[in-house]
Nanobody, 116 residues
Framework: QVQLVESGGGLAQPGGSLRLSCAASGFPFSMYLMTWYRQAPGKERELVASISSTGGIRNYADSVKGRFTISRDNAKNTVYLQMNSLKPEDTAVYYC?????????WGQGTQVTVSS
């Protein structure tokens, strides 16, 4: 079955960096677009970044452009989110997502807290 397992969250200071990972299994990872979302307390889940199956096309929310970088390693079935210049408003639970065989799959999420 499809599994997505996020890791790498934690506490960071403003201006700091974190690198999130999402390990995938149960589907042909290298053939599918992967997406990172986040959800802050009291807010709707929002798209952060997406990456095409080969990694050649990447899209970002305006709020993270120039600070976050999405990447993937198809040999390791893993997608990453490098987050630099973190701001308090980046505080949220971060999820990875894949749409596979007409179903949407989410990981369990990883908490990112940006605070001094």
């Amino acid at each position: 079955q499809v599994q997505l397992v996020e890791s790498g969250g934690g506490l960071a200071q403003p201006g700091g960096s974190l690198r999130l990972s999402c390990a995938a299994s149960g589907f042909p990872f290298s053939m599918y677009l992967m997406t990172w979302y986040r959800q802050a307390p009291g807010k709707e889940r929002e798209l952060v970044a997406s990456i095409s199956s080969t990694g050649g096309i990447r899209n970002y929310a305006d709020s993270v452009k120039g600070r976050f970088t999405i990447s993937r390693d198809n040999a390791k079935n893993t997608v990453y989110l490098q987050m630099n210049s973190l701001k308090p408003e980046d505080t949220a639970v971060y999820y990875c997502k894949v749409d596979y065989q007409s179903r949407r799959y989410w990981g369990q999420g990883t908490q990112v807290t940006v605070s001094s």
